[in-house]
């Protein structure tokens, strides 16, 4: 059956750009539009989405990866037919670089299910670990999440380069979160841009931004997502227009999606 769904991973060089609440807020939007979402917490020793979305799951990656269950049972129905949730564990150092025989298990049991979706979503930790890296390998579009903070633009100028250096990969798509305006958002991607045509010789694209919101605060404390606790808010409105740029993407990737597997990963050059 030709491939249909479109694996994002979500990374950051720095923690605390917002990476997971844009996860979340980005497949609910995209759910609100009438797609079919899974959200997988790849944080794999330090989950948060259960925290974020106030629920309790019975079952984790973990439990998937070791055989303890199959992947549908450890699913969170965050909404009937279309929105779930892949738990990560909290906690356990072994789970946080994921080594290839894991890997490969992993996506020996995740394979067969994730073709029921429109989307996979991929919320990876912060930083240049190995299993971010192998996350990053495995998904059809990468993107990076700054903001204009110097300390972020550099960290995440290094995860492009390192991902550039072991896996060739070119391809790089960019919010930048936390801005007061769009043109807050250009300077601070112009910054990125440049360092990484000039030392890099490739070119990320800038997806979007997404403006400073009292409500996304709120919304967490909340523990729901910003798309249900404010869905007229500005920070909602951004969101919204980045579901919208990417589903326009995913139907211009269909040809290029269509003999993929949806978690393919790239071999190390090194």
Known sequence: MANKTL?????????G???TNISLNLACALFQMGFKNLLMDCDLGLANLDVLLGITPEGNLQNALLGEAQIRDVLHHVEPEGFDVLPAASGVPELTELQPD???????RLEPELNRYDYVFMD????????????????A???????????SLTDSYALIKVLNARYGLRDFMVIVNQVASASEAKSAFD????ACRHFLHLEPVLLGHIRNDKKLPEAVCHQQPLMHY?????????????????QRLR?????????????QPLPDKH
């Open 124 to 139: 990876v930790g912060a930083g240049i670990s190995g299993t971010v890296q192998t996350f990053a390998s495995m998904a």
């Open 191 to 194: 910054k990125l841009h440049g």
């Open 251 to 263: 139907l211009g990737m269909a040809d290029w999606l269509a003999p993929r597997k949806i978690l």
């Open 102 to 108: 894991m890997r490969d298990v992993l996506l020996a």
């Open 230 to 246: 404010a869905p007229g808010c500005p920070a909602a409105q951004d969101l919204h227009n980045l579901a919208l740029r990417l």
């Open 141 to 151: 579009m990468r993107i990076v999440v700054i903001t204009p903070e110097p300390t």
């Open 17 to 19: 750009v917002g990476k």
């Open 7 to 15: 694996s994002v991973v979500l990374l950051s060089g720095k923690g």
